[in-house]
């Protein structure tokens, strides 16, 4: 059963696809206010949100492998 985060994060990505997207707002879910002033600041919310949900939901978050090596000194 999705959290209410995830359910934020659906409704946040219906309304950036909808033509009347408005540049600022808020939304308010379980007692909690998220608000926005910007396109940026909403991109933001946006992926924090995802982020949130995504730990509610028990699914670990994507970390970038890195490789050492050695350059080829040897």
């Known amino acids: 059963m999705p959290g209410y985060l995830r359910d934020l994060y ?3 990505r219906e309304d950036l696809q ?3 997207f408005r540049q600022f707002g808020s939304y308010s879910i ?3 206010s998220f608000s926005y002033r910007s396109l940026d600041d909403f991109r933001a919310l946006l992926d924090w949100v995802k982020r949130e949900a995504d ?3 028990g699914i670990a978050p994507y970390r970038a492998r890195r490789v050492a090596r050695n350059g080829g000194r040897g």
């Open 18 to 20: 909808s033509p009347a």
């Open 55 to 57: 730990k509610e939901d």
């Open 10 to 12: 659906e409704k946040m």
């Open 30 to 32: 379980a007692g909690r």
